[in-house]
């Protein structure tokens, strides 16, 4: 077995999770999910789009193997009391006591005092347990972290999700040499085939061929910071080449070197769907 089925601590929460992860948004089914489970995905993302299939998955699994699960359900909402009759309905439709972490979803900012009063409330209720933060502002990041070393932050997060791939390696700079060894915050990617541009024979470079997904899946997971990477499949066909990444193992030098010249390229040519703060230009 390679490096990638070993399951990996998420920060200082004590859960173990894959290095894989399912977003919900993308239409899998509920059988494709539970066969992904299976196969040794236990992180999945109850996210934006609450597909009915992935809600069913999660109801089914958790049923005898809750605890085997790590869960988590994310809020984009802007004001703070609309966060918890969200949360609600979630653990309604998903059959769910709690879940694991709460996620405050494109955060460029820092949450006000509010939000963490509301997460308080929802985990002194036993309805979620940690907290976590995606961001497109990378210097954020660093601030928080910088922060947390300082013992300056007097509430900490427990996780953080940024973009990383190939085209997006801003947070080798930015975020990654910021990582303490302990405590940790757990590192989570997405976005790892950038919108698919990363798979478009017509964005290659000149002489190149696309890359794969299992290709951009690996780039992500072959870096040691990040602990998980978020994909979100479709279909069966799209979970399996997902979790070939995992039979793959990490990038051999010459892959990385590939991958990397196709990234620059991409990143340099076509537009970001959504600009990360701290990408130059874009």
């Given amino acids: 077995m390679s490096d990638f089925w070993e399951r990996r601590p998420l920060g200082h929460s004590g859960l173990l999770a894959s290095r894989l992860g399912i977003g919900s948004s993308f239409g899998l089914r509920r059988r494709d999910v539970e066969h992904a489970f299976e196969r040794g995905v236990n992180y999945l993302y109850w996210g934006s789009i609450r597909r009915p299939g992935f809600g069913q998955a999660i109801r089914h699994l958790a049923k005898q193997h809750r605890d085997e699960l790590v869960l988590t359900v994310q809020s984009y909402a802007r004001l703070p009391r609309l966060i918890i009759p969200s949360v609600e309905v979630a653990l309604r439709r998903t059959g769910l006591d709690y879940f694991d972490y709460l996620l405050l979803g494109s955060r460029n900012e820092v949450p006000t005092d509010d939000y963490l009063e509301v997460f308080e409330q929802l985990r002194d209720r036993g309805k979620v347990r940690f907290l ?103 279909n069966a066909e799209q979970m399996d ?42």
């Fill in 132 to 234: 976590s933060l995606s961001t497109h502002n990378r210097p954020l990041l660093k601030e928080f972290l910088i922060a947390d070393q300082q013992g300056q932050n007097a509430f900490a997060y427990d996780m953080f999700m940024l973009r990383y791939n190939a085209a997006h390696r801003g947070a080798e700079q930015d975020v990654f040499p910021f990582v303490p060894d302990r405590p940790r915050p757990a590192i989570v990617a997405y976005t790892a085939t950038r919108w698919g541009h990363l798979l478009d024979p017509q964005k290659m470079p000149p002489g190149e061929t696309p890359l794969s997904a299992r290709d951009c899946y690996r780039f992500a997971l072959s870096n040691p910071n990040v602990d998980l990477v978020l994909c979100g499949p479709a």
């Fill in 241 to 282: 080449e997902a979790i070939s990444a995992l039979v793959a193992g990490p990038l051999e030098q010459e892959e990385r070197q590939r991958i990397e010249r196709i990234g620059t390229y991409v990143y340099s040519q076509f537009q970001p769907s959504f600009p990360d703060a701290g990408d130059a230009g874009k």
